[in-house]
């Protein structure tokens, strides 16, 4: 069993940039894909971005490509989103998780969620 800890939101002006983590603990296999999904208040979850945990493959929603990075370091078992030119519409709670299918943005295919992390941008 994987546990994830998400850390690394907070507020930040328009333009401004967030680096998310996700610390994963437990056991940790090396065919997991490690997702970051958001959820805006009133709004369901939606896919952000996913990496396979050997690296070989990243995926992103098309809302954040050119802005987001996702990577992870594997000695420190951590996934990391780097967000830059923040905009408002990106304000939600961003959440980490561990799933099986390389790539995949149904956050039903993800079995370990962490507990999310805030990021809110002002205008």
């Known amino acids: 069993q994987v546990q994830l800890v998400e850390s690394g939101g907070g507020l930040v002006q328009a333009g401004g940039s967030l680096r998310l983590s996700c610390a994963a603990s437990?056991?940790?296999?090396?065919?997991?894909?490690m997702g970051w999904f958001r959820q805006a208040p009133g709004k369901e979850r939606e896919f952000v971005a996913a990496?396979?945990?050997?690296?070989?493959?990243?995926y992103y929603v098309d809302l954040v490509k050119g802005r987001f990075t996702i990577s992870r370091d594997s000695a420190k078992n951590t996934v990391y989103l780097q967000m830059n030119s923040l905009k408002p519409e990106d304000t939600a709670v961003y959440y980490c998780?561990?799933?099986?299918?390389?790539?995949?943005?149904?956050?039903?295919?993800?079995?370990?969620w962490g507990q999310g992390t805030q990021v809110t941008v002002s205008s």
């Open positions: 990496i396979t945990w050997s690296g070989a493959g990243t």
């Open positions: 437990g056991r940790i296999f090396s065919t997991y894909t």
């Open positions: 998780a561990a799933g099986w299918v390389p790539g995949s943005s149904r956050s039903n295919e993800y079995h370990t």
